[in-house]
């Protein structure tokens, strides 16, 4: 065992660089004892921002204990107490605390020192994060307002920290954001309960916005930008918010020089054409940068062109013309922000998006600047389209990555609840990083709620790469509900909720009526056979039970942070499961009892959903998310009420699978120092098989192997299915080899291009399968060798199927 975790330790500090060691060792600091409380000391000059924070943190310490901590200002240390403060304050004069923190970006230091706690950061965000690093450290959440994690009374309060202090600064600098497809829940939400004096989103919400980033210690947004949202910048006080709060104002693929084209662009204008109405589009942008300057708001700037909305750009004729246009605007961009904010290129921050039919500008010539971000985008279900080749890793402006949590379009959306696997968000962000992705890392979060758990994943990342090792994912799980729901449930939790994660990688709630959208199809009979519904309909009802036996240890003070976050997702999921895999059982019999048994319990499941999206938005946390969950989003097929099945199914007849975890090999064959490595929490099989390190390389010669065997008892003709995760390569070229005992290899490619059929039908499933068929297989035992020609191929698991 100790081998196993010695193992595990030098593969995380070859992939990700060093780890902390000496953790094991702590310091206590009493924040609160008995009737005796700790003073807070901050510098008299002390940046609005970070006394805010301190302020909060004040706040927190007194919800807890009932205590209100005392706020000092001095110049010096000399008091016994928490020093709190940027590297440049006269407090810290420490060369120790000067070499850490100075000229650094958000790094933090957190030491006890003497009898004092000292807590410094090198800038202003620096500092704030290292507040909230205190706040979690004493057991607040950050979801505190966001999920209603109330906090639970203590008498007294100290603070146990590492003897070598906590001394931390980002992976990513720019960490945060989307708000998108925000139609259904956060923009209803806002315009009806939270700021009906605004209608819309505006200041009061993107406060609350922004303050649940700083205690994520995030620093980026993208304001959301559909039709049913007033642009940003239109909404008197949003800007000056941001402001405020030391937010950094980015903009998505379809918004260049920060412009919410939906709201903004004014059919008085014109066409959004470059090619004939160029003179009105330069100044609709100039307009926005002045407004920028004269704000003084932190930016990134997003270059170049398409559609008004979420579409190519208008008016090219061909491929060629759109590239040299696309070169043209960049060019004429950067002009503008040269001369507008009167500072060299590389010290304004720029970012290009190669989302959708850019990226294939991007692939067939088109030129971007050094100093801009390219920043990556996955194909709208979690699988980074591509990422940065060696060339492009030496960029000055570097990688990032636009990863979606939550979509709108096709095949199907998934905005109604979060059930991204949170080890395929660990594999894709980690292989972004070890490819360069450090500059910009974005999350589409949909509307934040009901994807907490997912976001705060993937920023933990951002912030931290070391702080999720590839066999930690679940105990980050396991911590983030001792967080929430205190320890003592966090082990019967996390069972749970890891299930919840794998069923919707199977399939999502949202993909259970086998319809599809853009176009919209009616809802149709599923690919599961009779006996993998009923067991699915198990899997999910064993969740329900369990969740309802774990409910009663619930404190009080958390029972609406429980509902939001545990009880509605996995009740909810349970009942379109249950709803449509009742529905189709309905077509495997011709029993009329039966068929009105299982159309009564497809009905029932409906009605249970409607009940709990009522309690959501009018009971829980005595309504103060009304209208932020709707049951609905886009009204398509599969969240309606289901009517008798009038389908006939006949059930295929299926002899039982030989199913082979990938892990579960029985040799590895490594090559040029890659090694397989099972990633616990990813995949059908939660323990999916990849290769280490993550960089991208080919294998020329000897290709990496691994070795199967099963035994089979009766002769006939077989087929066995390899599944793997339906990951991106740079040039489409992954390439599988699969052997059978001694027969030739096949070779498959698994790669798609564009959104074509097999895209559709992967990631709807999550799987790329290649299928070999074995004809008149003998008894006994045999093997299947799998073997690849680059890195990033993930393996799930295997079938072997007999033929009837």
């Known amino acids: 065992m100790f081998k196993k975790q010695l193992l595990s330790l030098i593969i995380t500090i070859i992939l990700f660089g060093n780890t902390s060691f000496g953790q094991n060792k702590t310091d206590s600091f009493p924040i609160v004892q008995s009737n005796q409380t700790t003073t807070i000391f901050i510098d008299s000059k002390t940046d609005d921002l970070v006394l805010w924070a301190v302020n909060e943190l004040v706040k927190d310490v007194e919800d807890i204990t009932g205590k209100k901590l005392k706020v000092s200002a001095v110049n010096k240390i000399s008091q016994n107490g928490i020093y709190i403060g940027q590297v440049s304050s006269s407090m810290f004069s420490s060369k120790v605390i000067q070499n850490e923190l100075a000229n650094q970006w958000e790094k933090f230091y957190i030491k006890k020192e003497n009898q004092n706690l000292i807590v410094a950061g090198s800038d202003v965000r620096g500092t704030v994060y290292a507040i909230f690093e205190l706040a ?12 209603d994690v109330n906090p639970i009374h203590q008498n007294e309060l100290s603070l146990n920290l590492p003897t070598t202090g906590i001394i931390q600064k980002p992976s990513v600098q720019y960490r945060g954001i989307f708000l998108n497809d925000e139609d259904w829940g956060l923009e209803p939400w806002a315009e009806k309960t939270f700021e009906p004096e605004v209608g819309n989103i505006g200041p009061k919400t993107y406060e609350k916005i922004f303050q649940l980033l700083l205690r994520l210690k995030a620093n980026t947004i993208w304001p959301a930008m559909h039709p049913s949202t007033k642009g940003f910048f239109t909404i008197k006080g ?12 980015g903009s998505s693929h379809a918004e260049p020089m920060l412009r919410n084209n939906v709201d903004e662009w004014k059919k008085t204008f014109g066409d959004y054409n470059y090619f004939t109405n160029s003179t009105q589009v330069n100044k609709y942008w100039q307009d926005r940068l002045n407004e920028v300057k004269s704000g003084n708001n932190e930016t990134i700037m997003t270059l170049g062109m398409r559609g008004v909305h979420d579409s190519k750009m208008e008016g090219a004729k061909d491929l060629n013309e759109s590239i040299a246009m696309v070169e043209k605007i960049i060019d004429v961009q950067r002009e503008m922000l040269s ?9 304004i921050p720029q970012a290009f998006v190669p989302y959708k039919e850019v990226l294939e500008l991007y692939d067939n010539g088109l030129k971007v600047p050094d100093d801009v971000t390219l920043v990556w985008p996955d194909d709208n279900y979690g699988y980074i389209r591509r990422l940065s080749n060696e060339d492009e890793q030496k960029r000055v402006g570097g990688g990032g990555v636009y990863y979606h949590l ?8 998934y905005l109604w609840l979060s059930t991204t696997q949170p080890g395929l968000i660990w594999y894709e962000m980690s292989k972004a990083y070890q490819n360069g992705a450090k500059k910009m890392w974005i999350a589409n979060v949909g509307d934040i709620k009901p994807g907490e758990y997912d976001m705060e994943f993937f920023l933990d990342l951002a912030w931290n790469v070391n702080s999720i090792p590839f066999d930690g994912i679940n105990q980050h799980l396991k911590n983030w509900i001792s967080r929430e729901f205190t320890p003592k449930v966090s082990n019967e939790l996390s069972v749970v909720l890891e299930e919840y994660y794998r069923l919707a990688f199977i399939r999502k709630p949202e993909y259970m009526g086998w319809s599809q959208t853009e176009p919209t199809t009616k809802i149709n009979l599923s690919d599961f056979s009779k006996s993998e519904m009923e067991q699915r309909i198990k899997d999910y009802a064993d969740l329900v039970e369990k969740v309802d036996l774990i409910s009663p240890s619930i404190p009080v003070e958390r029972k609406d942070a429980f509902f939001q976050l545990v009880e509605y997702p996995v009740k909810a999921a349970a009942n379109m499961n249950f709803k449509f895999l009742n529905w189709n059982l309905e077509a495997t019999t011709s029993d009329e009892i039966q068929k009105d048994k299982y159309h009564k319990q497809a009905s029932e499941a409906f009605g249970n959903i409607k009940e709990l999206t009522d309690f959501y938005n009018t009971k829980m946390s005595k309504g103060k998310w ?3 969950m709707s049951m609905h989003p886009r009204n398509l097929p599969v969240f309606d009420s ?3 099945n009038t389908f006939t199914k006949e059930d295929l007849k299926k002899s039982e699978s030989i199913i082979i975890k990938a892990n579960q090999f029985a040799s590895a064959q490594i090559s040029d120092n890659y090694k397989w490595q099972i990633i616990n929490g990813l995949g059908y099989s939660n323990n999916a098989l990849t290769l280490f390190p993550l960089n991208q390389h080919y294998f020329k010669n000897e290709k990496p192997a691994v070795l199967y065997e099963f035994e089979v008892s009766d002769i006939g003709n077989y087929e066995v299915e390899v599944h793997f995760l339906p990951t991106h390569s740079n040039n489409f070229d992954h390439e599988v080899f699969v052997q059978i005992d001694q027969n030739p290899a096949n070779s498959f490619k698994i790669n798609t291009k564009d959104r074509d059929k097999t895209w559709k039908e992967n990631v709807l499933r999550n799987s790329a399968i290649v299928k070999v068929p074995l004809s008149d297989l003998n008894t006994g035992k045999h093997s299947i060798s799998i073997s690849i020609n680059q890195t990033g191929i993930v393996l799930d698991y ?3 199927q007999k033929i009837l």
Not at 339 to 347: D, I, Q, R
């Open 136 to 147: 979690e450290q004493l057991g607040v959440s950050p979801w505190k307002w966001w999920a």
């Open 238 to 249: 949003n800007k000056e918010i941001a402001q405020k709060y030391h937010m950094i104002i």
């Open 339 to 347: 001369k507008t904010f009167k500072k060299p290129l590389n010290e």
């Open 406 to 413: 939550s979509y709108w379009g096709r095949p199907h959306d």
């Open 626 to 628: 009304n209208n932020m």
């Open 642 to 644: 289901v009517a008798k």
């Open 798 to 800: 295997i079938a072997v």
